[in-house]
């Protein structure tokens, strides 16, 4: 059942001005189908008349003072430096005393000098995605002719520490290197690493001249992660995190789950009891309810002929961030871990509960060993924060406990202080 919903103050539209357009061809990426929404064509950059509105109409829509442009792609440096020169003054030209931020999400393969002291002049926030050290990089994330990115994405990412770039990093968790947590975690504090994103990649295949909806059942593509080990991978990290840096490195999923143990909504849309927030705009300026949900059913119409605002609270992208809410399995409902999870992300609920109701989520089984692992510690930062205390105790915290569980015995009370056993509480999630 749906209820209507007020009209969004602020809102994340992630901007693709080269639509799926991109100078690799990664074995797993799921966006470079999108080409065959628009044939045939040959000039995929964002025109300038309808680059202007998007900018114009997406600081109108605000009601806050912070307005965040999200640029994306395929791969936007394509378009040139001189191209994003071009937004910033247009965004200086709309932004009516309002606080314009800029990201920038790039495979880091043509940033040089120039596009470096853009960045700095500018404050853009780079995003640079990368899936570990060289062999777990290369598997998957090579050009159109095959060949291997990785050394030319370090040269990328060396020229951004060169001039002293803010830079934060994307790792894509699939099949290769999903057995390797704790040697990606490593590599990407090598690199200077302070902002981590760890983003599964779930995919499913279908026929060869059909677009691999989410709403289609498919066989689920070999590069996807699986479950169970993308679950261990995200605790052994937290493990070592929890124990060495926090307060110095950050990752995307660690903040968001202590958000959850706060009691505060969760700043990332796969999390929260409801979506709908998180849209995509491609470069003819066609929006869609989600990145994860470019299709023709989920066009919400093009900005050059309805206003942004009306396209962002019509009733159809409404109903699409409520039905995350509204079909969630009773099974779901009745998690000790739903207050975290909320069902995760719609499009990875293709499998059945176990009694049999459809909309169970592909990763269940990951998020239930990591949100159950990471309980204590984050009861314990919650805690540390409502004292007005720094978080950075949990280390201290962590490492003692970290003894009593190696003491622990079936049948004992958990060192974590719930009152249950050992084995039915953290137990469970320690193998």
């Not at 803010?166 to 099949?175: G, K, P, S």
């Not at 066609?286 to 470019?294: G, T």
């Not at 989920?298 to 409520?322: E, T």
């Not at 540390?384 to 003692?400: D, T």
Request: glycine letters at 6%.
């Amino acid at each position: 059942m749906t209820q209507s919903v007020p009209s969004l103050p602020g809102f994340h539209i992630m901007t693709k001005p080269t639509g799926p357009i991109c100078n690799l061809d990664c074995k797993y990426c799921f966006y470079l189908e999108k080409e065959r929404l628009y044939p045939p064509k040959t000039d995929w950059r964002m025109a300038p008349e309808t680059l202007e509105a998007f900018i114009q109409q997406h600081i109108e829509a605000h009601s806050i003072p912070d307005v965040i442009f999200a640029w994306q792609g395929g791969e936007p440096t394509l378009l040139g430096v001189d191209y994003f020169r071009q937004v910033v003054a247009l965004q200086n030209r709309y932004r009516a005393g309002k606080r314009i931020q800029n990201a920038f999400q790039t495979n880091g393969v043509l940033i040089d000098d120039e596009w470096c002291q853009f960045f700095k002049a500018n404050d853009f926030l780079v995003g640079i995605s990368i899936d570990g050290p060289q062999h777990l990089h290369d598997f998957y994330r090579v050009d159109r002719g095959g060949k291997p990115s990785f050394e030319r994405v370090m040269r990328g990412l060396e020229a951004l520490q060169r001039n002293q770039v803010e830079f934060n990093t994307l790792t894509v968790v699939n099949r290769a290197n999903q057995g390797h947590p704790l040697e990606v975690y490593a590599f990407l504090k090598e690199i200077g690493s302070l902002v981590m994103q760890f983003i599964p990649l779930v995919e499913r295949m279908v026929a060869a001249d059909a677009m691999a909806s989410p709403t289609q059942a498919g066989q689920l593509a070999e590069w996807s992660v699986q479950a169970e080990p993308y679950g261990r991978f995200l605790t052994r990290i937290f493990d070592q995190w929890v124990q060495n840096d926090v307060g110095k490195h950050f990752v995307q999923i660690f903040d968001i789950s202590l958000e959850s143990w706060m009691g505060m909504p969760q700043s990332l849309c796969w999390f929260r009891e409801t979506c709908g927030a998180a849209m995509a705009l491609e470069h003819n300026g066609d929006l869609y309810s989600c990145d994860h949900y470019v299709y023709p059913e989920n066009r919400l119409g093009n900005i050059l002929d309805q206003p942004l605002k009306s396209l962002v609270n019509s009733p159809q992208q409404q109903k699409f961030g409520l039905d995350k809410k509204d079909a969630l399995p009773r099974y779901c409902q009745n998690c000790d871990v739903r207050f975290a999870c909320n069902g995760e992300c719609p499009k990875h609920r293709f499998l059945q509960t176990p009694d049999g109701e459809e909309g169970l989520n592909y990763l269940c089984a990951g998020y239930l060993r990591f949100f159950r692992h990471v309980n204590p510690y984050m009861r314990f930062m919650a805690a540390m924060l409502h004292q007005r205390r720094s978080p950075a105790f949990v280390m201290g915290f962590a490492k003692e406990l970290e003894k009593e569980f190696a003491r622990a015995q079936p049948g004992q009370s958990c060192p974590c202080r719930i009152p249950q056993n050992y084995e039915k509480c953290c137990g469970r999630t320690r193998a």
